[in-house]
C-alpha cells in the first residue's frame, strides 16, 4: 500500500511510517517541521510542507501515488490550547479539512485518523470502551473530536473509508535505541522523569498527590509506540473504501495497554530502570486532570488481532531510557 503519513517526522507518526516500512508498505511523511524532526525519518521518505497548503498536499498524494493516509498531523499541547485556541482550531480543524479536499481532488478515499482518549474529557468510567461519553474538557480535545466528526461527515457525502484511533499514552522507543521521544518542551511524563537521573533536572514536579487513586496520584495508560504502530498497520490494511455493493469502513478503536500506572508508579519504575533514587516535590493539581484515563482494549484485540507486545511498564521504560541516555539532547535538530 502506498500512504502518505502526515505529521509523519513526529513522535508517533514516525514511529508509526518506520514500522510500515518494516511490514512492506511504502510509507512517506508529510510534515512541516514545527515539531518533527527530519532525523526521526528515513532518507527519501519525507516531504515537507503543511496539510494547510491544499495544492501542496495533492501534489504529495499523487507524487506518493496513496492508496491511503495516515493523518497524525495536530497541534498537541494542551496548555498552549487554552492560552492559544485560535492556533489549535486553525491548525487542526481548518488543516483538516484542507487534507480532505485534497484527498477528494486526487481521489484517495482511505484514511486513518490518529485521535485522542482526551475526548472523552472527565469521564469516570475505567476502563473506557469506545461506546463511552466524549465530553472533551480542552480546546485541544475539542479540535480532536470536531475532526473526528468532519471525517464521519466527509466519508457520508464523498464516499470515504476510515478509521479513528483513540489513544492513550504513548510512550517508549524503538528497541535498539534509534529513535525515541523528543518534544520540545517536554510535556510527557516518562521523559520528564528520566531528566533527573539525566541531570537535566533536580526534581520531578507531581501535580496533586490527593486524587481518588490507590496512591494519591494520577493514573494513566502507557502504550508503547510499537504497538500503537502495529494497531495502526492493522487498522489501515482493514480500512476501505464504499463500492456499489459494499459500505466503507467507518470504525473507531482505543489503543491502550488496559492497565494503568500512576505517576508514582511511573517514577519508581524509571529508578527501577535507571538504577537511581529520582527527587519529586508535589504541587497542586493541574486543572481538568482526570483521575484515571485508561483503555478498554477488548474490541482492537477481538476486531483486529492486535497483540501488544509491552505490558509490563518497566519494559517499556527501558527502551526509553536507552533513548534518552544515548541522545540526551534528542535529535539535535
Not at 62 to 90: I, L, W
Not at 131 to 158: G, K, N
Not at 253 to 268: A, L, P
Amino acid at each position: 500500500m502506498n500512504i502518505l503519513v502526515t505529521g509523519g517526522a513526529g513522535y508517533v507518526g514516525s514511529a508509526c511510517l518506520r514500522w510500515m516500512l518494516a511490514k512492506g508498505h511504502n510509507a512517506v511523511a508529510y510534515d512541516n517541521l514545527k515539531m518533527g524532526h527530519r532525523k526521526a525519518v528515513p532518507d527519501g521518505r519525507l516531504i515537507v510542507g503543511d496539510i494547510s497548503n491544499e495544492d501542496a498536499v495533492v501534489a504529495a498524494l499523487k507524487q506518493v501515488k496513496a492508496d491511503a493516509v495516515m493523518h497524525f498531523a495536530a497541534a498537541t499541547y494542551v496548555g498552549e490550547s487554552v492560552s492559544d485556541p485560535e492556533y489549535h482550531y486553525r491548525n487542526n480543524i481548518w488543516g483538516t479539512c484542507c487534507m480532505l479536499n485534497a484527498m477528494r481532488k486526487a481521489g484517495v478515499k482511505r484514511m486513518l485518523f490518529s485521535s485522542t482518549c482526551a475526548t472523552y474529557g472527565m469521564n469516570p468510567k475505567v476502563p473506557m470502551s469506545e461506546e463511552s461519553v466524549q465530553d472533551p474538557c480542552s480546546p485541544y480535545a475539542r479540535t480532536q473530536l470536531a475532526v473526528e466528526w468532519m471525517i464521519r461527515d466527509f466519508a457520508h457525502a464523498y464516499g470515504l473509508g476510515f478509521t479513528l484511533l483513540r489513544y492513550f499514552n504513548a510512550s517508549g522507543a524503538s528497541a535498539d535505541g534509534s529513535h525515541g521521544e523528543d518534544h520540545k518542551p517536554e510535556n510527557h511524563l516518562i521523559p520528564l522523569v528520566l531528566e533527573v537521573p539525566l541531570g537535566k533536572r533536580s526534581h520531578i514536579t507531581v501535580f496533586g498527590n490527593d486524587y481518588p487513586t490507590p496512591d494519591g496520584t494520577c493514573i494513566r495508560d502507557y502504550v508503547h509506540t510499537d504497538d500503537l504502530a502495529q494497531a495502526h498497520q492493522l487498522a489501515i490494511e482493514s480500512t476501505h473504501a464504499p463500492t456499489a455493493t459494499s459500505a466503507g469502513t467507518a470504525d473507531v478503536f482505543n489503543i491502550g495497554t488496559g492497565n494503568g500506572q500512576s505517576v508514582f508508579e511511573i517514577i519508581k519504575a524509571c529508578e527501577t530502570v535507571t538504577g537511581q533514587k529520582i527527587a519529586f516535590k508535589v504541587a497542586d493539581r493541574r486543572p481538568g486532570a482526570p483521575p484515571a484515563l485508561v483503555a478498554d482494549p477488548a474490541k482492537l484485540k477481538s476486531k483486529l488481532g492486535w497483540k501488544p507486545q509491552y505490558t509490563d511498564i518497566v519494559k517499556t521504560v527501558e527502551t526509553a531510557w536507552k533513548w534518552h541516555k544515548a541522545n540526551p539532547i534528542g535529535y539535535g535538530d
